[in-house]
């Protein structure tokens, strides 16, 4: 059986044929309010159940909760904001009950309706501290956090259009890999976060949980992130060859997650596994320094994390270090692995990376070869 | 628009005092710091279980069908 989703509850805001007619008639009159990329696809992800049990931004009451104690104010784990900045100067006229017509500002099109159930102000510096744990500038989601408007809205959406998808092939909601995780008969699913290129250390960690569940589900994090990073079209079809030469056939389901990084390490982890856990995961990997960044979280903090949450309903699976060793004549891990420095290569994803900008091939106890090779054949496989 | 707020509300629940004594050298030398937390870390467990035990997968006969037919159409089912 599939995990149930978050809170007991799959969201379902997505509005059925009658609902949008009767909405799209009377959306004239309903004044705007423009969103960017960032918030647009949160409100997708919300509408189809990626953010059970939320049904759409965060009132006061929730916000409160989360920053502080990491649950919704029903108690249920809930560990990163999802939040809607408006100016004082957007909001204008507009009061708690109205409703309002989220655009998304890229594509300039109404993507949702929207009942204002609050209007509240919010401490950034505070939320950074609590959710990034520094108010360091230089973490990448703490400049963001600094960059948004004075004022929060809370309250219902419902979707009326979704927004372009590049990924349309690669992209699957809750309810499609729940009935798909039935039809291939899995019971148990390990979910992997991922906003990387595959190296050898990934693929031994993902084929380590494989061999204890029915199926992997493999979720590239496509949206915004680091310059540095990897493009997403280079993930995807660097994960495509892994599977195709590297994996049994039906053992593994590829699709994407429309979210941001939000670089929270620990925080970041937990949410990441509740996302999971909505798409029918039962378990989910949780490797070193989980949606870090520079040095501002602990090696291990993102699992140490999970010990406060007995309540989440998807199972942390915790990995060291994989690195390959000579001795053992391939990839291992610092709990079963015996030999000494010497004799192991360790796997980093920057120098991984830097070999990869300078047009060199990674050496094949770090990358599978023809990973290599399909990396290599993009200009520039790194955000800029 | 609302003042800041402290999230944190506590009640109050009885146990016997027998149980309480239990827990109390149960928990001893554990990372847990007072009996009051670890009943509350056992409490969540324990209702989140019962609580997801009586749900059922939301989706019709009729919205599996559909959903099949796309899976078969992007490749995820043959």
Redesign the interface.
Do not use: F, Q
């Given at each position: 059986m599939v995990s149930?989703?978050h809170g007991?509850?799959?969201i379902?805001k997505v509005a059925n044929k009658k609902e949008r007619e009767k909405i799209i008639e009377q959306i004239d009159e309903i004044p705007q309010i423009f969103v960017n990329k960032i918030i647009a696809v949160d409100i997708e992800n919300i509408a189809h159940g990626i953010l059970s049990p939320l049904e759409g931004f965060m009132t006061?009451?929730d916000y409160?909760?989360v920053?502080?104690?990491m649950r919704l104010?029903n108690?249920v784990p809930w560990t990163i904001p999802i939040i809607l900045d408006v100016s004082k100067e957007e909001i204008k006229g507009l009061k708690e009950g109205d409703e309002i017509t989220l655009v998304s500002k890229e594509e300039n099109k109404a993507i949702a309706i929207m009942r204002i159930d609050?209007?509240?102000?919010w401490?950034k510096k505070e939320y950074a501290e609590l959710i990034y744990k520094t108010d360091d500038i230089n973490h990448p989601g703490v400049a963001k956090t600094m960059k948004m408007k004075e004022?929060l809205i809370g309250g219902e959406i419902k979707l009326i259009n979704h927004l372009e998808n590049p990924y349309e092939?690669y992209t699957?909601w809750p309810?499609?890999t729940?009935?798909?995780f039935?039809?291939?008969g899995w019971r148990t699913i390990v979910g992997f976060q991922t906003r990387n290129a595959p190296h050898l250390g990934h693929e031994y960690v993902q084929k380590a949980a494989l061999t204890f569940v029915d199926g992997l589900f493999i979720n590239p994090l496509v949206g915004w992130k680091k310059p540095g990073d990897y493009k997403d079209e280079v993930i995807l079809k660097a994960y495509e060859t892994l599977i195709k030469y590297y994996f049994p056939r039906r053992s593994v389901?590829l699709a994407i997650l429309r979210t941001s990084m939000r670089y929270a390490g620990p925080r970041e982890a937990i949410f990441h596994a509740i996302m999971r856990k909505n798409f029918g995961c039962t378990h989910f990997i949780v490797g070193r320094d989980h949606a870090g960044v520079g040095n501002y979280y602990g090696p291990y903090e993102a699992q140490e994390i999970f010990?406060y949450f007995?309540?989440?309903?998807i199972t942390p699976l915790f990995v060291k270090e994989a690195f390959y060793c000579h001795k053992c004549g391939g990839m291992t891990s610092e709990k079963i692995c015996p030999h000494p420095e010497q004799y192991r290569i360790h796997i980093s994803g920057t120098k991984i990376r830097e070999m990869i900008k300078n047009k060199t091939r990674p050496p094949s106890t770090m990358m599978r070869p023809e990973v290599a090779e399909v990396i290599l054949q993009f200009d520039n496989p790194f955000i800029t | 628009m609302q003042s800041k707020l402290k999230s944190r509300k506590y009640t109050t629940v009885s146990i016997p005092t027998t149980l309480y004594n239990r827990i109390k050298n149960l928990i001893k030398d554990t990372g847990f710091t007072s009996v009051s937390s670890y009943v509350i870390y056992i409490l969540r467990e324990i209702v989140a279980a019962h609580e997801e035990a009586k749900y059922k997968e939301p989706y019709t006969e009729e919205d599996k069908k559909r959903i099949i037919e796309k899976l078969r159409k992007l490749g995820y089912l043959e």
């Open positions: 149930k989703p007991g509850k799959l379902n006061y009451e409160i909760h920053l502080n104690d104010s108690d609050e209007i509240y102000s401490n004022l092939k699957l309810i499609e729940r009935v798909l039935n039809e291939l389901v010990k007995p309540d989440l309903g | -």
